[in-house]
């Protein structure tokens, strides 16, 4: 059995799990390192089965917060680093014109 999957693929290669039962079965949490699309193919067709997942912009955030913390002794401030990461995300989005 599974309890976590992380994926490095490109998402644009369109990687799923070819046994998607085992999914259900084992409910392993997912994480796709890739940032964009935020929802890959992998991430929905994991959370069709009711996995846990975690979005490739929550790794970044979460390597940028410890990195924060073992640079400068110090807690990284979550919610504004957290903020930032996602509006430069939403910012820099290439289909943004298109959801406007």
Known sequence: AQDLIISTVPAASGFR???????AEHRPIVVDAAYRPRRTALLQQAEAAG???????????????RQMEVWSGRAAPREAMDGAARAFYDLTDPDRAKKM
């Open 51 to 65: 996995c846990l997942t975690f979005e490739g912009i929550d790794m970044l955030v979460e390597q940028g917060l």
């Open 17 to 23: 799990m070819p046994e998607e039962a085992r999914l």
